[in-house]
C-alpha cells in the first residue's frame, strides 16, 4: 500500500520506535489475546441457539452462561492493559521524537529558521508528531493484529461453510476496488488542506508577533479578512477532502450491505436446505464481518497513511534539514583564549550569486579592541557572526589564536566569546534567569557586578520583587534600553575572553552610554573586543578602526592614521559627523 | 454547563437546519440495527420455523401454556404480525425460498438505503463542523485583534495560537460528531427500550436494572478526566509558547552555546506532557471498559434468562434472536455515550477556553458615537496624564501637561526608561491612560473612532516589526492601495532606495520573518519607509535613527526637515542635535515632565536636559578634539 519512498522515510522514523520493541511486543500479545477473545461470543450465541435451543440440550446453558459473562470481564482487564501500554509507548514515542527534532533544531543553522519561520517549526513539532504518533501506536499495530483476526476469522467461516467462506473471497476485492478509486483524490484534499492550515498558522504567528504595528496602522480590519480567507480556503480543502472520504465510506458500506445481505440470504437458504444451523449462520454472519473488518481497517489505515505521510515528510523537513554547522570529527577544544584574531581573505555570501563579504582580511593582536564602521549592510554584522561561527565563510580562513574556527569544538568557542547582539532578547523568566543564562552557577555578587557595569542594577531593585522579577509575558516589560542594558549584564557576566558589542548601546541616552563605556574600557583592557558602533566617541579610542564597505575593508589604522587619509572615508564620515563641533573648536583655536 | 448552552446558541444555532437534518438522519440510522434485528426475527420465526425442543416442556404443554398465557402473538403459528392476518407462514420448500427471495431484496433496500443516508450523515456532520470551526476561529482572530496590547503583554504568542489553532482544531472533529452522536444514542436508547419492552417486559424489566450502575460509572470518572484534559490542554499551550520563543531567540542561544540546558528545559516539559497523556488515555479507557463489563455481564444474565424464556415457550427462537440484537443495540450506545461523554467533557475544557477569549474585556474601543475625523490639523494637547501598565505597578508616566500647536514638531529627549515610547503609545491609543485625557484637535481621542485616530497618526516603532513577504509589500503595509512610484518615493526618503536595487528581485525581494536575512539599520529604514508612504497628519518616530551610519542618519535628516514641514511631529531620539531641530523639546525624566521649551530655555531651566546636552557636548568636543590632533599629526609630518 505504501510505495518504496514511504517505507523508506518510515524506516528513517523507525528507530524511534526501536526502545519499545519489548513494550510492543507485549502489547501485541495483548491484543491479540483481546482479539483472540472477541472471537468468542458468536460460537457461544451459536451453541445457545444451536445446541442447546434447537436440540435441547439445555444443561449446557449454564456453562455457557458462565462463560459469557466471564469474557466481557477478561476482555475489559485486557482492555485497560492494553490502553495503559499503548499510551506509555506513544507518548513516550511522541516525547522521544519531539525532543529529538528539538535537539536536532538547535544544531540546525542559521538558515533553517530564517527559511522556515516560527510557525512552520511549531506546527511540525507539535503538530505533525501527534499524528504520528496516532498512526505508530494505534494503527500499526492494528495491522498486525489485523492480519491474524483476518487469517482466523477466514478460517472460522470456511469451517461453518466452504462455500460462502469462498463466496467472501470473490467479494473481497470490491473493497480494494473501493480503496484504489478513492485513494489519490482523498491524499491530494488532505495535503491541499495541510499546506493551508500551514499557511494560516505562519500568518497567525506572524501577525500576533507583529500586533503592536497591526494596530499602530490600523489594519485590524484587513487582517481579519486576510485571516478570514486563508482559513476559508482552507475550509474549502476541508470539504474537499471530507466529501471524498464520505464518499469512500459510502463505497464500503455499500460493498458491506451488499455482502451481509448475500450471506444472510444466501445462509438462510442453506438453513432451509438443511446445509447449515441457523446458529452457525449468525456465527458465520459475524465471522464474516471480522474477517472484513480487517480489511476495512487496512484501506483505512492506507487513507490515514496519506495523512500521515505528510507529517513524515514534514517533521523529515527538520530532521534531514543538513547540519551544516557542526564540530568536525577531529575537532579540539579550543584552549583559553590570548586573544588573537585573524580574517585571511574571507568571502561569505548568504545568498548564491549575492557576496555580502568580499576578502577581508584583518588581524587582531590580543586585547585589541577593534571598531567596526561602515554604512549600513556592508557587513559587520556578518563578520561577528562568523566569528562566532553561526555561518560558515565559503571561502578563507578565521582563525582565533591560530585555532581555524572550523577546527575546534563550538561549545567551547562559543562560551568563550561574549557577543551583545543587535536585537536584545529576553525569555520568559526571572530578571535573574535571564541574566545567569550564559553561566548558570554565577555568584550574587558576581551577578550584582555585572549589572551594575550595565547601568540596571537601580532599575532592578526598583522593581517590585528585585532580581526575582518575572520578565516577558508572565511579568514585566522593558524599555528597548532597559533590554540592551540587560543584555550587556548578560554578556559581561560571563567573563568571556572576547567581548562583540553590536550595537551595544544604540538605543541608551549618552549619559548612562558614557557610564557604561566606562565601566566596560576597564574589563575590555585586557580583552580582545569588537565593537560595532556608529557614534564616533565609541570609536575614537578604538586600538584599530576598520573602515567598511559593500563587503570590502577599505581602510584600517588607528583614528590617527586613518585621519591623515586625504579624502579617506573614515575622514569624510568623520567631518561629516563632527562638522559643528570641528568648526567651532577650529575657530576657537584661531580666536 | 453554561459555556456549552452559549456556545449551542452562538455557533449552531446559525447551521440548524443542517443540524436538525442531520439529527433527524441520526434518529433514522438509529433504527437501522432494530430494523435489521426484525428481519432476522422473521426470517427465523416466519421462514425458517426454528423451534426449541425441549426435554421437560412438551409441545402440547407449551400450546397450552402460550394459550393460558393469552398472547396469541407469541404462537409461530399465527398470522405473521405487521404483514396482515391474511398473510399465512409459508410451509413448502418452494414457498420458504420464495419468501427468502423478498427477504433478500428487503434486506438489500434497507442497506443501501442506510448507505445513502450515512454517506449524506458524514458529509454533512463534516460540513456542519468545519464551519463551526471556521467561525470560532473568525471570531477568536477577530476578537484578538480588538484585543488591546496590555493583553499580548500578559499572553505568550504561542499560547494564543494554541488556542486559536489546535484546541480549535479538535473542536471541529469532535464537536459536531459528540452533539450528533448523542442525540444518536439518544434515540437508540429509547427505541431499544420500547422494542426490549414490545418483546418481553420481564426480560426489558432486567435489562434496565444495569442502567443505574451506568450511571454511577460516569460520574466516578467525569471530574477526573475533564480535570487531567484541563491540565493536558494547558501544558500543551505552555510547550508551544516556550517552543515559539526558543526558535525565535535561537541566535541568544547559540550564541551562549545553550543547547544542552535549553534542551532539558523542554524535555522537562515534555515529560509533563507525557504523563498527563498517559493518564488521560488510561482513564478515559477505564471508563470505556467499565462500561462494557456491567453491559457485557448483563448481556450474558439475560441471555440465559431468555433462553429459559425460550424454553418455557414465552419467546420465540426469533424473539430472542431479535431481543439480544436489540439490546447489543441498548447497551451499545450506553457504552458510546460513556465515551461521548468523555469527549464532552474535553471539549468543554476547551469551550470554555475559546469563551476565556472571547470574554477578555475590550478596554480600547469605539464609543457608540464615536466621531470620524476627517482632517486632522494636529493639535495634540496631554492633560494630566497619567499611566501604568498593571493595575499594581509603578507609573510609567505620571501628570505630562502640554500642548503641542497645529504642524509643529516635538523632540522628547531623556534617559532611557523614562517612559518615551510609553507616551508615544498612549496618544497611538495602544494603552489608554489611567487618568487623565489626551486631546487631538478638539477631541478627546477617547470620543474618536480607533481606526480614524490611527489612520492619521503613523509611528515608527523603536523595535522594527516586519512580516515575511516582499520588501514591497512590507511599505504597503499601511496603506496597500500604494502605486509602485509612491513605494519607490518612500523608498527614497527611507534611503533605501539604493540598497533595494542591488537586489537581484529589487522590490520583490523577500523579507523572511522578522525582517532577519535584513541588517539592523536596513530594518529600521524599511519601518521608516512603511510609516512615510502613509502620508499622516502625525508623524511619531521612535528612535529611529539608533542603527544608522553618521551618513545615512543625515541624509534621513534632511528628508525629515522636509516631512516635518507643517506637519505634527514626535521625534523621540537620544541625541540633542537632533531635539534642537525640533520646535519644542520635551524632557522625561522616570515617567514625569522635566522640562518643556526650546533648547536655550531647557539648558537652564531642566537639570537632566543639562545633564544629557553637557555629556554630549564633551563627546563633541572629544571628537573634535582628537580631529585637530590628528590634522596637526598630519601636518607636522608634512
Ligand atoms: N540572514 C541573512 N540572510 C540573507 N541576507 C542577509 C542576512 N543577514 C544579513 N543579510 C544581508 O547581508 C548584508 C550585510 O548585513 P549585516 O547585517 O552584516 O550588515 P551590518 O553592517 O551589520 O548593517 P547594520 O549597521 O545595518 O546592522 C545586508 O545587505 C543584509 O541584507
Ligand atoms: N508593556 C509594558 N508593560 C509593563 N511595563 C512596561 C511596558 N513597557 C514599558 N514598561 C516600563 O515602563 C517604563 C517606561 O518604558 P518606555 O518604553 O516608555 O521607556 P523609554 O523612555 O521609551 O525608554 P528607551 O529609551 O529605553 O526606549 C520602563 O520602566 C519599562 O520597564
Ligand atoms: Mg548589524
Ligand atoms: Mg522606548
Known amino acids: 500500500m505504501a510505495d518504496e ?87 513516550g514515542l511522541t516525547t522521544q521524537m519531539r525532543k529529538f527534532i528539538y535537539e536536532h533544531m538547535l544544531k540546525l543553522p542559521m538558515r533553517f529558521y530564517d527559511e522556515m519561520g516560527t510557525g512552520k517549526i511549531m506546527s511540525r513539532v507539535m503538530g505533525d508528531v501527534a499524528s504520528v504518533r496516532g498512526m505508530v501506536t494505534s494503527r500499526m499495530l492494528g495491522i498486525i493484529i489485523d492480519f491474524v483476526s483476518f487469517w482466523v476469522a477466514l478460517a472460522f467461516c470456511m469451517g461453518l461453510n466452504w462455500k460462502m467462506g469462498c463466496l467472501l473471497l470473490v467479494l473481497l476485492p470490491l473493497y480494494f476496488l473501493n480503496y484504489y478509486g478513492w485513494r489519490t483524490p482523498i491524499r491530494e484534499s488532505i495535503s491541499l488542506w495541510r499546506r493551508k492550515m500551514d499557511r494560516v498558522s505562519v500568518g497567525l504567528q506572524e501577525r500576533l508577533t507583529g500586533v503592536q504595528l497591526v494596530k499602530s496602522y490600523g489594519r485590524e480590519r484587513r487582517e481579519n479578512r486576510a485571516f478570514a480567507e486563508d ?55 459475524s465471522y464474516s464481518s471480522r474477517m472484513f473488518q480487517p480489511i476495512l481497517n487496512l484501506t483505512q489505515i492506507a487513507m490515514r497513511l496519506q495523512a500521515v505521510m505528510v507529517s513524515v515528510d514534514r517533521i523529515l523537513e527538520i530532521l534531514d534539514f543538513p547540519i551544516e554547522i557542526k564540530d568536525r570529527e577531529d575537532a579540539v577544544e579550543l584552549p583559553p583564549i590570548k586573544g588573537h584574531v585573524a580574517f585571511e581573505n574571507v568571502h561569505f555570501e548568504y545568498k548564491k550569486g549575492e557576496p555580502v563579504l568580499k576578502g577581508i582580511d584583518l588581524e587582531v593582536q590580543p586585547g585589541q579592541m577593534v571598531a567596526l564602521v561602515g554604512h549600513t549592510g556592508c557587513g559587520k554584522t556578518t563578520m561577528t557572526s562568523l566569528l562566532m561561527r553561526f555561518f560558515d565563510v565559503n571561502k578563507g580562513r578565521i582563525s582565533i589564536d591560530g585555532y581555524d574556527v572550523r577546527d575546534v569544538k563550538l561549545r567551547t568557542l562559543r562560551t568563550q566569546i561574549g557577543q551583545v547582539l543587535q536585537d536584545s532578547v529576553m525569555f520568559n523568566g526571572t530578571i535573574r534567569e535571564n541574566l545567569l543564562y550564559g553561566r548558570p552557577d554565577a555568584t550574587d555578587a558576581e551577578l550584582i557586578a555585572a549589572a551594575r557595569i550595565a547601568e540596571i542594577h537601580e532599575f532592578i531593585m526598583q522593581t517590585p520583587e528585585g532580581y526575582d522579577s518575572m520578565l516577558g509575558n508572565d511579568g514585566i516589560k522593558l524599555s528597548v534600553g532597559e533590554k540592551q542594558r540587560l543584555a550587556i549584564a548578560r554578556a559581561v557576566l560571563t567573563d568571556p575572553a572576547i567581548m562583540i558589542l553590536d550595537e551595544a548601546t544604540s538605543s541608551l541616552d549618552s549619559l548612562s552610554e558614557a557610564l557604561i563605556q566606562k565601566a566596560m574600557g576597564n574589563i575590555l583592557k585586557e580583552r580582545t573586543s569588537f565593537a560595532i558602533a556608529h557614534r564616533l566617541s565609541t570609536i575614537v579610542n578604538a586600538d584599530i578602526i576598520v573602515v567598511m564597505d559593500h563587503g570590502e575593508i577599505i581602510e584600517t589604522g588607528t583614528h590617527r592614521e586613518l585621519l591623515q587619509i586625504p579624502n579617506g572615508k573614515y575622514r569624510q564620515l568623520y567631518e561629516q559627523q563632527a562638522a559643528g563641533s570641528i568648526e567651532e573648536a577650529v575657530e576657537a583655536m584661531a580666536g | ?41 422473521i426470517t427465523v420465526d416466519e421462514v425458517l420455523q426454528l423451534k426449541p425442543s425441549g426435554e421437560i416442556v412438551s409441545d402440547a404443554h407449551r400450546q397450552s401454556l402460550i394459550q393460558a398465557d393469552r398472547r396469541p402473538r407469541r404462537d409461530p403459528h399465527a398470522a405473521i404480525p405487521g404483514l396482515g392476518k391474511e398473510v399465512t407462514r409459508p410451509k413448502t420448500r418452494t414457498e420458504k425460498l420464495e419468501w427468502l427471495g423478498w427477504i433478500f431484496i428487503l434486506y438489500l433496500v434497507v442497506r443501501s438505503c442506510f448507505a445513502t443516508i450515512n454517506w449524506f450523515y458524514t458529509y454533512s456532520i463534516a460540513y456542519v463542523g468545519q464551519r463551526i470551526v471556521f467561525r470560532i476561529r473568525l471570531d477568536l482572530h477577530e476578537k484578538v485583534q480588538k484585543l488591546q496590547m496590555t493583553f499580548f503583554d500578559r499572553q505568550q504568542t504561542g499560547k494564543i495560537m494554541a488556542r486559536i489553532l489546535d484546541d480549535v482544531g479538535l473542536l471541529q472533529s469532535e464537536i459536531t460528531t459528540t452533539f450528533v452522536e448523542t442525540t444518536r444514542h439518544v434515540a437508540r436508547i429509547l427505541m431499544g427500550t420500547v422494542i426490549l419492552l414490545t418483546i418481553d417486559v420481564k426480560l426489558a424489566l432486567l435489562a434496565f436494572v444495569v442502567l443505574p450502575a451506568y450511571v454511577v460509572t460516569y460520574k466516578l470518572f467525569q471530574r477526573p478526566i ?90 420465540t427462537v426469533g424473539d430472542l434472536i431479535y431481543f439480544n440484537m436489540s439490546m447489543g443495540n441498548l447497551f451499545m450506545p450506553l457504552v458510546a455515550l460513556a465515551n461521548v461523554n468523555a469527549v464532552l467533557q474535553q471539549m468543554l475544557v476547551v469551550i470554555s477556553r475559546v469563551f476565556e477569549v472571547l470574554d477578555e474585556e475590550v478596554v480600547i474601543r469605539d464609543k457608540p458615537d464615536a466621531k470620524n475625523l476627517d482632517n486632522v490639523r494636529g493639535r495634540v494637547a496631554f492633560r494630566n496624564v497619567s499611566f501604568r501598565y498593571t493595575e499594581t505597578g509603578d507609573y510609567a508616566v505620571r501628570d505630562l501637561n502640554f500642548v503641542v500647536r497645529p504642524g509643529t514638531s516635538v523632540a522628547v529627549v531623556g534617559p532611557s526608561g523614562a517612559g518615551k515610547s510609553t507616551l508615544v503609545s498612549l496618544l497611538m491609543r495602544l494603552y489608554e491612560p489611567s487618568e487623565g485625557k489626551i486631546i487631538l484637535d478638539d477631541y478627546d481621542i477617547q470620543d474618536l473612532k480607533i481606526s480614524s485616530l490611527r489612520n492619521h497618526l503613523s509611528m515608527v516603532p523603536q523595535e522594527p516589526v516586519l512580516f515575511s513577504g516582499t520588501i514591497a509589500e512590507n511599505i504597503r503595509y499601511g496603506q496597500p492601495d500604494t502605486t509602485p512610484e509612491q513605494v519607490m518615493d518612500a523608498a527614497k526618503a527611507a534611503e533605501l532606495h539604493d540598497f533595494i536595487m542591488t537586489l537581484p528581485e529589487k522590490y520583490e525581494a523577500r523579507v523572511e520573518e522578522r525582517g532577519s536575512n535584513l541588517s539592523g539599520g536596513q530594518k529600521q529604514r524599511l519601518a521608516f519607509a512603511m510609516a512615510v508612504v502613509t502620508d499622516p497628519s502625525i508623524l511619531i518616530l521612535d528612535d529611529t535613527t539608533s542603527a544608522l551610519d553618521a551618513k545615512t542618519e543625515a541624509k534621513i535628516q534632511q528628508t525629515l526637515d522636509s516631512l516635518m514641514e507643517g506637519r505634527s511631529t514626535f521625534v523621540i531620539t537620544h541625541r540633542i542635535s537632533t531635539a534642537m531641530r525640533a520646535d519644542r523639546i520635551l524632557v522625561l525624566d522616570n515617567g514625569r515632565m522635566a522640562g518643556w521649551g526650546v533648547h536655550d530655555d531647557l539648558l537652564s531651566e531642566s537639570e537632566v536636559y543639562r545633564l544629557l546636552y553637557e555629556q554630549q557636548q564633551k563627546q563633541k568636543e572629544e571628537v573634535a578634539d582628537s580631529y585637530i590632533e590628528g590634522i596637526m599629526a598630519m601636518a607636522g609630518q608634512r
Open chain 2, 1 to 41: 454547563m453554561e459555556s456549552l448552552k452559549r456556545f449551542v446558541l452562538l455557533y449552531i444555532k446559525p447551521y440548524w437546519v443542517r443540524m436538525a437534518m442531520v439529527i433527524a438522519m441520526a434518529t433514522i440510522t438509529s433504527s437501522y440495527m432494530f430494523l435489521l434485528g426484525f428481519i432476522s426475527k
Open chain 1, 231 to 285: 482559513t476559508h480556503s482552507s475550509l474549502d480543502a476541508a470539504m474537499q477532502s471530507a466529501s471524498h472520504r464520505a464518499g469512500y465510506y459510502a463505497g464500503t458500506w455499500g460493498v458491506s450491505g451488499f455482502r451481509n445481505t448475500v450471506i444472510f440470504c444466501l445462509g438462510c437458504y442453506y438453513v432451509i436446505e438443511g446445509e447449515m444451523t441457523y446458529g452457525a449462520v449468525m456465527a458465520f454472519f
Open chain 1, 5 to 91: 519512498g514511504n517505507m523508506e522515510k518510515l524506516r528513517k522514523l523507525a528507530h524511534f520506535v526501536t526502545p519499545y520493541k519489548s513494550r510492543l511486543i507485549l502489547l501485541l500479545c495483548l491484543t491479540a489475546t483481546m482479539t483472540t477473545l472477541g472471537m468468542m461470543p458468536p460460537l457461544v450465541m451459536k451453541y445457545v441457539i444451536d445446541d442447546v435451543i434447537v436440540d435441547g440440550n439445555w444443561r449446557v446453558l449454564e456453562v455457557l452462561l458462565v462463560i459469557s459473562i466471564c469474557l466481557p470481564i477478561a476482555s475489559a482487564a485486557m482492555r485497560i492493559a492494553i490502553s495503559f501500554t499503548n499510551a506509555y509507548v506513544g507518548w
Open chain 2, 226 to 315: 475533564a480535570n487531567v484534559f484541563t491540565r493536558f490542554r494547558e501544558d500543551y499551550a505552555e510547550a508551544s509558547g516556550f517552543l515559539e520563543e526558543r526558535a525565535k531567540g535561537i541566535r541568544l542561544i547559540l550564541s551562549y552555546a545553550r543547547e544542552r540546558r535549553e534542551f532539558r528545559d523542554f524535555f522537562r516539559r515534555l515529560i509533563a506532557l507525557y504523563r498527563l497523556g498517559v493518564k488521560q488515555s488510561v482513564l478515559s479507557s477505564a471508563l470505556g471498559a467499565t462500561c462494557s463489563v456491567v453491559g457485557g455481564v448483563a448481556m450474558g444474565l439475560i441471555f440465559y434468562f431468555g433462553a429459559l424464556q425460550v424454553r418455557n415457550g414465552m419467546m
